[in-house]
């Protein structure tokens, strides 16, 4: 076993985690540990755009940008956090363009951008063009910028390596910490893909920008690899997860695929057709049609289909219709993601529509933090020493519906936060020990998993659990479906416990890490469907059949996730007055999930009816 001192340790090497660590490594020892090489990164896949009211095509502000966000999220977002974001959205796309981020341009040479779903010219009265772009490969951009700047600058990475517990001085999953009691991460434990040894990393402070969550689905645009590694192990730990319950459906996934086709074909004047042909956004959302939210488009498309009116042998998906643009525009603007329909279901899309359906995209949810990146253990203490940025934490400035374009916004204005207040804290701050058995549990756990002669299959508790995920935690939700959900997502705990490995080894053993990755998921699961089950109401990307309109009255709060043991009688935090809201439970074993709500933050915008 190796043990290394940093003073600011960040898991995870997409946008988030070199944005934050950009900012740190200048200012304080800093490492980042990845477990894949850093540009193979999600980040790097995200296709559409960045968006910031640069108004360099036509009027944009920040304050429209705060209020699509705002509104996009069904009124569940922070508004001073999206006020933040909007705000600082501007010096964000310029710090990349100074980096060198080559992203396309207007004819006079400024950076140019293009229409997403949801962002509006003042108030939603009419579709604006708010994204900075780099044809349909944003992210692509955006990933190898940092990474490059991060060489540049000598940021020690451990690439390969898997965080698989984060170490405090309380653990809040063995027993109550009274609220204010000072609670600090210390370090992590990690393991190193390419030689099967543990290592042991104290810092000062901690930032996981671990990404999403996406592998809990079957049909996603997500990587194999965005399994909530860094949401299980603030969950494990007694940190709250928030939101959870709200996970965003893209509405353009290659049909049966769920490979993404960015809404920049959209934004670009691709339009959705049911199977007669006809535009039925139109009939949606009169306003902005095809360029409404995800969720609404998304919730259409499943509508069309399930009231016969889907394309196709099966009538089982609608269609993304580009052959009215030019295919030299197509060309210049959609190349990749038109090669993916060409390459995956063998349509051409200058003459052909292509099937789409919508595909699991993103979590709004994650680990709250504040709007310095700082995680919270309850409604207002925050761990000292752990921080969170990018997809993995819930700052909220999506609330219940992320808008496009606003993910990569968000991992590089609260990345480069988490950076700042991290080395700042470092700064002030000094090592704290580490108990002897810190990676005791770890050890164990690996050697049980090598261990075990014969067992449950990964693969088999994956797909089982992906499958029960799409049928019954998707864009349409009953207290039935999810029941029968949670109920799956049990019995699959219980198999877990006796699963096992193939390859024994140490070198390079991806089996067993994708073991320790499916215990993740599962974690991850069951708390967004208890999140689901107790959210009685629709907003967002949360649409419950049997509660079908929003319910400000009780709702208007978020969800916070706790895993407390069994004998533990403490009962969560809760904003007074909500007694009997959030009554579901999860009981399992030797742990249970318990909810509590938390005040959203509201400044300018009164919550409205949605429209558009
Ligand atoms: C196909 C696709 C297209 C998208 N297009 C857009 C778009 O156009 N615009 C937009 O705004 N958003 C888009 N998004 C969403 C956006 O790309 C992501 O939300 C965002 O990039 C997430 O960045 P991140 O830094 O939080 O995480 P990621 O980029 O996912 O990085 C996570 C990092 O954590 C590391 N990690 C994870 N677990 C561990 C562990 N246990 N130990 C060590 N390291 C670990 C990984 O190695 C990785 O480096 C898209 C997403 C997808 C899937």
């Not at 959609?334 to 329909?341: G, H, K, M, S, Y």
């Not at 994708?514 to 993740?520: H, K, S, Y």
């Not at 996730?561 to 904003?575: F, H, I, K, N, Q």
Request: net charge negative; charged share 25%.
């Amino acid at each position: 076993m190796q043990t290394h001192q940093y003073d600011v340790v960040i898991v995870g090497a997409g946008g988030a985690g070199m944005r934050a660590a950009l900012e740190a490594s200048g200012e304080v020892r800093t490492a980042v540990i990845s477990k894949l090489y850093p540009t193979r990164s999600h980040t790097g896949a995200a296709q559409g755009g960045m968006c910031a009211a640069l108004a360099n095509v036509e009027e944009d502000n920040w304050e429209w940008h705060t209020f699509d966000t705002v509104k996009g999220g069904d009124y569940l977002v922070d508004q001073d956090a999206a006020e933040i974001m909007a705000k600082e959205a501007i010096d964000a796309v310029l710090d990349l363009e100074r980096m060198g981020l080559p992203f396309n341009r207007t004819p006079e040479g400024k950076i140019d951008q293009r229409r997403f779903g949801g962002h509006t010219r003042n108030h939603g009265e009419a579709a604006v063009r708010r994204s900075c772009y780099a044809a349909d490969r944003t992210g692509h951009m955006i990933l190898q910028t940092l990474y490059q700047n991060c060489v540049k600058q000598d940021v020690e990475f451990f690439n390969e390596f898997y965080v698989l517990d984060l170490i405090v001085d309380h653990d809040l999953s063995a027993g109550h910490v009274p609220d204010g009691e000072e609670v600090n991460a210390t370090g992590v434990v990690a393991y190193d893909l390419a030689t099967g040894e543990i290592h042991i990393f104290q810092a000062k402070a901690i930032i996981f920008a671990t990404g999403g969550a996406g592998k809990i689905y079957k049909t996603t645009s997500n990587a194999h690899t965005l399994t909530g590694d860094g949401m299980a192990l603030a969950l494990r730990r007694g940190f709250p997860l928030e939101d959870m319950e709200f996970f965003q459906f893209h509405p353009t996934g290659l049909a049966g695929l769920g490979i993404l086709l960015s809404e920049a074909a959209r934004g670009e004047g691709g339009i959705l057709r049911n199977g007669d042909g006809e535009r039925f956004m139109e009939r949606y959302a009169p306003t902005i049609k095809d360029l409404a939210p995800r969720d609404i488009v998304a919730r259409s498309m499943a509508n069309e289909v399930r009231e016969g009116r889907g394309a196709g042998p099966n009538k089982d998906y609608v269609l993304l219709d580009l052959t009215h643009l030019e295919p030299a525009h197509i060309d210049a603007k959609l190349p990749d993601i038109t090669e993916f329909a060409r390459t995956y279901l063998g349509i051409e899309p200058y003459t052909e529509p292509v099937p789409v359906y919508p595909t699991a995209h993103y979590a709004m949810g994650g680990i709250p933090t504040n709007v310095d990146a700082e995680v919270l253990r309850n409604n207002t203490d925050v761990v000292r020493g752990l921080y969170a940025a990018g997809e993995v934490a819930c700052v909220s400035v999506h609330g219940s519906n992320r808008l496009g374009t606003n993910s990569l916004l968000d991992i590089n204005v609260f990345g480069k936060r988490a950076g700042r207040t991290a080395a700042a804290y470092a700064k002030t701050a000094t090592f704290r020990d580490l108990p002897e058995d810190a990676a005791d549990s770890v050890i164990a756990t690996l050697d049980e998993m090598r261990g075990r002669p014969n067992g449950e299959r990964v693969s088999d508790i994956r797909r089982e659990l992906q499958e029960t995920m799409d049928a019954n935690a998707q864009v349409f939700r009953t207290e039935d479906s999810l029941r029968t959900c949670l109920a799956d997502i049990r019995t699959l705990q219980d198999r877990y416990k006796n699963v096992s490995v193939q390859d024994k080894g140490r070198l390079f053993n991806t089996d067993l890490l994708e073991a320790l990755e499916l215990g993740f998921l599962l974690d991850i699961a069951e708390v967004v469907v208890i999140g689901a089950l107790n959210r009685k109401e629709s907003r967002g990307g949360h649409f419950r059949e049997d509660f079908p309109d929003r319910d400000d009255e009780k709702f208007m709060l978020h969800t916070m996730a706790y895993r407390r043991p069994l004998d533990d009688s403490a009962t969560v935090e809760s904003v007074d007055g909500t007694e009997g809201v959030f009554s579901e439970q999860s009981v399992f074993d030797t742990y249970k999930v318990m909810l509590g709500g938390k005040s959203v933050v509201q400044t300018r915008y009164e919550p409205m009816e949605r429209k558009y």
